[in-house]
Nanobody, 123 residues
Framework: QVQLVESGGGLVQAGGSLRLSCTASGRTFTNYATGWFRQAPGKEREFVAAINWNSGTTYYADSVKGRFTSSRDSAKNTVYLQMDSLKPEDTAVYYC????????????????WGQGTQVTVSS
């Protein structure tokens, strides 16, 4: 129903930055909450951050708090995840997902997912 596409991943050295983008096709993010999740090799999917589109309210996992920032741009219909001070342990495939209104850290509560974008942080 909602097609999401993540972009902006790549290879970066430790301490560097990347900005991930999440766009929705044929629909705005109005009334949705967008979650960011990641999955590293051999590990389960992990909550990273979430943002409520209408209010701009954000929530972050402790592991990224102070380093990652989620935001939105209504003119571009895009949700961003700015990642600063990247660490090798941040290496993972990053996904955006949406659910109705309320921010959640539970992956199963998100109904629509993007294809993921690879983030690799070298030492």
């Amino acid at each position: 129903q909602v097609q999401l596409v993540e972009s902006g991943g790549g290879l970066v050295q430790a301490g560097g930055s990347l900005r991930l983008s999440c766009t929705a096709s044929g629909r705005t993010f109005t009334n949705y909450a967008t979650g960011w999740f990641r999955q590293a090799p051999g590990k389960e999917r992990e909550f990273v951050a979430a943002i409520n589109w209408n209010s701009g309210t954000t929530y972050y996992a402790d592991s990224v708090k102070g380093r990652f920032t989620s935001s939105r741009d209504s003119a571009k219909n895009t949700v961003y995840l700015q990642m600063d001070s990247l660490k090798p342990e941040d290496t993972a495939v990053y996904y955006c997902a949406v659910r109705w209104f309320t921010i959640s850290s539970r992956s199963y509560e998100y109904q629509n997912w993007g294809q993921g974008t690879q983030v690799t942080v070298s030492s």
